[in-house]
């Protein structure tokens, strides 16, 4: 499976941003998708995961304004992003995994990438 992010850009602190993990050549119902984010001078951290179950799973300073869906239609994973906080700016990555949903917040564990989109948010 390929994936390709998308929807990130510039917003003021309050915000909202809803981003796109597209995939081809495979169904996102047969992985978990994670969203991971890597502000600059920072190691990527975990934000959200989806499961193949439907299970979901958040980083804890964004519950409550970050939700995770999935769209089988579309075959995406969008992760919809509000009162959003400079802190939250950085390059998102979404990724697949077929791991155990214990280790759905580990980075070594995702098989594939995104290639990233940028989330700016101003104070």
């Known amino acids: 499976v390929q994936l390709q992010a998308s929807g990130g850009g510039l917003v003021q602190a309050g915000g909202s941003l809803t981003l796109s993990c597209a995939a081809s050549?495979?169904?996102?119902?047969?992985?978990?998708i994670g969203w991971f984010r890597q502000a600059p001078g920072k190691e990527r951290e975990f934000v959200a995961a989806?499961?193949?179950?439907?299970?979901?799973k958040y980083l804890d300073t964004v519950k409550g304004r970050v939700t995770i869906s999935r769209d089988n239609a579309k075959n995406t994973v969008s992760l919809q992003m509000n009162n959003l906080k400079p802190e939250d700016t950085a390059v998102y990555y979404c990724?697949?995994?077929?791991?155990?949903?214990?280790?759905?917040?580990?980075?070594?564990?995702?098989?594939?990438w995104g290639q990233g989109t940028l989330v700016t948010v101003s104070s």
């Open positions: 050549g495979g169904t996102v119902r047969r992985y978990t």
């Open positions: 989806f499961g193949w179950s439907g299970n979901t």
């Open positions: 990724g697949a995994t077929t791991t155990v949903w214990g280790r759905v917040r580990e980075e070594n564990v995702y098989i594939t």
